[in-house]
């Protein structure tokens, strides 16, 4: 049998290695510390002891490195011997006050080293500090230079927020206004004169100008997210060197790591943050052997809230689950701490579940299937292990019914709740693995942030030597598994260090998820420069590159690397501090004015998914739909809102957009040539999705030429026509 043959030894993990700094501090401090020379004793029949010789009675250890010395004999105090006696006693009283010496000394050592050890402490959390309020100002800096932001009306500001970040603004609104009503001043306003034609704006700041808001919260918590980087680098290296590289490669891959400088309210604007801490807490409970409840606590806090905010968030904790499982199959976590870990993530699936109102997507997830699964294997593990003779056969079997078990699992718990028409994230890249495709997943893909990697994206991480770094990494990384799992294949036995590499296996099995995720959509690599960056901390490891620095000099190495990324990482900075402009959207700002004064409170709009989010933002008009878009109800009201921009007939169009309740239809001329690549103009797609149409003509052109009988146009500029349905 498999189970009996496992041997219950575990190797201890050795303790982290100090710095670099203070162990060879020590080092020179035990190479220095000699024993004091005899002095050359004279021709005499009794050699005489250096009075600066250190002397104890007893035989005890002197501290200081001191030689131990035979008990003194006991001689004739005569006159002959009274000098020898004089000297005796000095020998004596000076090796007392020696040792009294040596071990004050001995003990203001310790108090120093206790005080390196706080201030380590302070350094490290002054420099997280430091970087954060760096980056911080990195971020608005940037944006600033963008936008303008400082200089815009508080119109201006909101329509900067394009597709799903004004949805959530709004809510925040609704927050406000409650402020308001109890006498809460949450801003500042005044007036703005600008040159004609435009005419006299209010421009507000405080935090309760939601554009403010949301520009200052985001950039506070990104801020702190490189602050927690920088902690999270350094524990995973043990060096605070490592925390110094993952902050310096970020900064100099900043374009690939984040878009939160041009886009700060996305979702992922949000969340991503609270991914950082839940894999730092991760990490420290995978390092530790005795893990405190607090981590437990924390690592559910962190889940919930990378959970709430963004859609595609489960889909990433179910390939951190895939990262975690095979590491418990072959034996790298305790089933204890496994189990425990597996319980905290279906309580924190259940708190999402509740905080939002029940909805059903965070029952039927691959995340969730897949917890439920993995449970029911370590619950019958040991039937399991009936069912294979040899240790590979055993994990094949388990590995085979993980997958099998939560794609199974997934599917059946989409029926039962009803949300098999829901998309995720998980739909997205099984479209672009089966090359399948219909409406809503062309509008999606056909997305520049949605399409496959670019070419020139590894390239750009090669010359700041992060991907050959990380490489250089993760082969050292396989080369110590894969020896391990021989080790374990051949002689049937777990003698492995646990908790030593138990880490660096994880963030290696999540950097490659991160890596097939980045490559099928380019909007990911949000997770896979940040994770490479995590990753190259570990060139300050001693337990992988211990043998290199006991041949070279550490901080040459680190300082080297740091040289050499510098060369096109500050080129990358330059480039990124360089990029100035204005935001400036005349038309729209039209738009927005002439329904505010032109429509009842209570007409509904349909259009653009972006232009409806602007519109109930600045507005407050009611709308059909908006950029949340994995929502199957919402998909639906968006397919026969975009219906406009099809080959459909005028009539037919009408008829669904009044089933609606619609009052007012916002055509864009722009969407009926706009073409991001090819088979991704609307044409092409409802070309797709409606075949049938194809011989007609587009009825987008027919509604520019004469809108009616169906339509009236009521408001026209260069970009936007209101037609109201008759």
């Known amino acids: 049998m498999v189970g009996p043959t496992r041997s219950k030894l575990r190797e201890s993990c050795p303790d982290a290695p100090q710095s670099s700094g203070s162990g060879q501090t020590r080092r020179r401090r035990g190479a220095g510390a000699v024993e004091p020379p005899l002095e050359l004793s004279a021709p005499q029949e009794r050699p005489k002891r250096s009075l600066l010789q250190p002397f104890l009675l007893g035989g005890r250890n002197l501290p200081g490195g001191a030689r131990n010395y035979a008990q003194r004999r006991i001689r004739n105090l005569n006159a002959q011997n009274y000098f020898q006696l004089e000297e005796v006693t000095k020998l004596l009283l000076l090796g007392r006050f020696q040792f009294l010496h040596s071990l004050l ?44 932001f400082s200089h815009l009306s508080s119109l201006e500001r909101e329509m900067t927020f394009r597709t799903e970040m004004v949805v959530i603004a709004y809510w925040y609104r609704t927050i406000v206004g409650i402020m308001d009503l109890f006498g809460m001043e949450t801003k500042t306003c005044w007036n703005v004169t600008r040159v004609e034609p435009l005419n006299e704006v209010q421009s507000c700041e405080g935090l309760g100008d939601p554009a403010c808001f949301y520009v200052g919260v985001i950039f506070i918590l990104n801020g702190l ?3 927690l980087f920088f902690i999270y680098g350094t524990y995973l290296s043990g060096s605070q060197l490592g ?12 374009g690939e790591a984040t878009r939160v400088m041009w886009t700060p309210p996305l979702r992922e604007s949000f969340s991503y943050p609270f991914l950082v801490l839940q894999m730092y807490v991760l990490t420290t409970i995978l390092r530790t052997s005795t893990v405190d409840k607090k981590h437990y606590m924390a690592l559910c806090f962190s889940n919930v809230a990378f959970m709430l905010p963004w859609q595609f968030a489960q889909f990433i904790l179910f390939t951190q689950i895939a990262s975690l499982f095979p590491m418990y199959v072959v034996g790298y976590i305790e089933p204890s701490k496994f189990q425990k870990i597996i319980y905290i993530n279906m309580g924190s699936v259940i708190l999402c579940f509740i905080l939002m109102f029940g909805n059903p997507m965070y029952l039927s997830s691959y ?3 897949c917890l439920i699964v993995t449970w029911v294997i370590m619950q019958k593990k040991n039937k399991i292990q009936r069912l294979g003779s040899t240790e590979l056969q055993f994990w094949l079997i388990q590995g085979c019914a993980w997958w099998s078990g939560t794609i199974i699992l997934k599917f059946l718990t989409s029926k039962i709740c009803g949300v098999s028409d829901h998309i995720r994230l998980s739909d997205l890249i099984a479209a672009r693995i089966l090359r399948y495709t219909d409406f809503d997943t062309l509008i999606y893909t056909c997305a520049p942030e949605f399409d496959f990697m670019e070419q020139a994206t590894p390239l750009r991480y090669t010359k700041t030597l992060l991907l050959p770094l990380v490489v250089f990494i993760t082969y050292f990384i396989f080369k110590k598994v894969v020896r391990d799992i021989l080790c374990v294949l051949c002689t049937n036995t777990y003698l492995r260090s646990l908790l030593c590499v138990l880490q660096l296996i994880f963030h290696t099995l999540q950097l490659l998820a991160f890596a097939a995720l980045a490559i099928l959509i380019m909007r990911l690599k949000l997770f896979l420069t940040p994770h490479m960056c995590i990753m190259a901390s570990l060139i300050c490891s001693r337990r992988l590159f211990g043998w290199l620095f006991c041949r070279v000099h550490f901080e040459n190495v680190v300082f080297g690397i740091l040289t050499m990324m510098s060369i096109q990482g500050c080129a990358n900075l330059h480039n990124q501090w360089s990029i100035m402009g204005e935001f400036t959207n005349l038309p729209q700002e039209e738009l927005i004015h002439w329904i505010r004064y032109n429509t009842r409170p209570d007409a509904v709009f349909a259009g653009a998914m972006p232009t409806m989010a602007s519109i109930k933002l600045s507005t407050l008009h009611p709308i059909v739909n908006h950029p949340h878009y994995e929502d199957a109800d919402l998909r639906a009201r968006t397919k026969i809102v975009y219906s406009a921009y099809s080959r459909k007939s005028a009539a037919e169009v009408r008829d669904k957009l009044l089933e609606l309740h619609v009052n007012y239809y916002v055509l864009e001329e ?5 073409r991001t690549k090819p088979g991704c103009s609307m044409l092409e797609i409802w070309d797709v999705e409606d075949p049938s149409n194809a011989a007609n003509p587009p009825l987008c052109s027919v509604l520019l030429k004469n809108a009616k009988p169906y339509f009236t146009t009521v408001f026209q500029n260069s970009m936007y026509r209101v037609l109201k349905i008759n």
């Open 105 to 148: 000394d001995q003990l203001r050592e310790k108090v120093q080293a206790l005080q390196m050890n706080r201030f380590s402490h302070r350094t490290l959390f002054g420099v997280a500090a430091f970087v954060g309020i760096l980056h911080w100002i990195h971020l608005i800096t940037l944006f600033e230079n963008d936008r303008h």
């Open 225 to 227: 997210m490189m602050g």
């Open 243 to 254: 925390g110094l590289i993952t902050v310096v490669c970020y900064f100099f891959n900043h």
């Open 367 to 369: 995340y969730s299937s």
């Open 670 to 674: 722009a969407w009926c040539v706009v």
